[in-house]
């Protein structure tokens, strides 16, 4: 079985400052991770994802994520934070469909980002 | 081209009651997964459709069943509704046979039981 755990429900930071959200998760099969954002009231937006190849992977909006093997982890950080970033982040990772497989997401419990001016 | 979309956009049910949620893949999507989301909490993977069949299925009670159409549009259905039950419901498409299983997500539809 598949899970995510993301340290942190809650993290606040300046606007300007460096965002980290950490995530980390377990797979018995090589994962495929993703990171989400929900804005209040939306549904899901597909910030970036990492399949295979290179392990430092760039999404939208300036955000990027390390693929970290050794230790099953894949933080999103920003170098700058906006205030329009403020929203709620969901780390998930999956299976790689095929066979079998459909690829479900399993989704860690969110954490809320707060960007002060 | 238009996304995922999802109907209706809010729902207020009663206990015991039952209620049907319509989603719309993403033009050229094959497979539908609905997930619940709970105040508070990460989206949980309800069950997945792919070719009119139901191909995966999380720990959810028979309670919640579903549907996909010809046309790749897909039902969830929830019967005897508890309060428990209050979520939003999301809805996300995807096209099978990709090799990154990126999966577009709907606006949701917000159920109340009371």
């Known amino acids: 079985a598949q899970s995510v755990t993301q340290l942190g429900s809650h993290v606040s930071v300046s606007e300007g400052a460096l965002v980290l959200l950490r995530c980390n998760y377990s797979s018995s099969v090589p994962p495929y991770l993703f990171w989400y954002v929900q804005y209040p009231n939306q549904g899901l937006q597909l910030l970036l994802k990492?399949?295979?190849?290179?392990?430092l992977v760039k999404g939208i909006n300036g955000f990027e994520a390390e693929f970290k093997k050794s230790e099953t982890s894949f933080h999103l950080t920003k170098p700058s934070a906006h205030m329009s970033d403020a929203a709620e982040y969901f780390c998930?990772?999956?299976?790689?469909?095929?066979?079998?497989?459909?690829?479900?997401?399993?989704f860690g419990q969110g954490t809320i980002l707060t960007v002060h001016p | 081209d238009a996304g995922v979309t999802q109907s209706p956009t809010h729902l207020i049910k009663t206990r015991g009651q039952q209620v049907t949620l319509r989603c719309s893949p993403k033009s050229g999507h094959d497979t539908v997964s609905w997930y619940q989301q709970a105040l508070g909490q990460g989206p949980q993977f309800i069950f997945q459709?792919?070719?009119?069949?139901?191909?995966q299925r999380g720990n959810f009670p028979d309670r919640f069943s579903g549907h996909q159409f010809p046309n790749y549009s897909s039902e969830l259905n929830v019967n005897a509704l508890l309060l428990g039950d209050s979520a939003l419901y999301l809805c996300?498409?995807?096209?099978?046979?990709?090799?990154?299983?990126?999966?577009?997500f709907g606006p949701g539809t917000r159920l109340t039981v009371l």
């Open positions: 996300a498409s995807s096209l099978r046979g990709t090799s990154y299983n990126e999966q577009f």
């Open positions: 990492y399949t295979t190849g290179a392990t």
């Open positions: 459709y792919y070719e009119e069949e139901e191909r």
């Open positions: 998930a990772v999956s299976d790689r469909p095929g066979g079998t497989s459909y690829g479900k997401l399993t």
